[in-house]
């Protein structure tokens, strides 16, 4: 039996931070945003990727068409709730004005 040696923390070299660039990651206060357009909720979320053909899992298709298409789905329910909560979302009102 070896005589049990006492564990050290292993040391680290001391990171040196990098300066900052200037260039935030979200931008600076410089840059100019464009207007943002609104969202429109689609009719049938499920439409392009349908149009691709059943997933090519032998045996499984149809319940893997289901699950994907149950995710598509609340997707776009997210989508459209996120564009609702920030204002954006395409309503009646927003299509008649547009005429």
């Known amino acids: ?3 049990s040696r ?3 923390p292993a040391k680290r070299a001391s990171a040196r931070r990098r300066p900052a660039t200037g ?3 979200w931008g600076t206060d410089e840059s100019k945003e464009e207007p943002v357009g609104t ?3 689609a009719d049938d979320p499920v ?3 349908n149009s691709l053909g059943r997933p090519p899992l032998p045996g499984h298709e149809l319940a893997a068409e289901r699950y994907f298409e149950a ?3 609340r997707a776009a329910a ?5 564009a609702f ?8 009102d927003d299509q008649d004005a547009r005429r």
């Open 1 to 3: 039996m070896s005589p």
């Open 6 to 8: 006492s564990r050290q």
């Open 23 to 25: 260039r935030d990651f």
């Open 39 to 41: 969202v429109r909720a």
């Open 47 to 49: 439409a392009m990727v």
């Open 71 to 73: 995710v598509y789905k």
């Open 78 to 82: 997210a989508a459209v709730a996120l």
């Open 85 to 92: 909560a920030n204002d954006l979302l395409e309503g009646e």
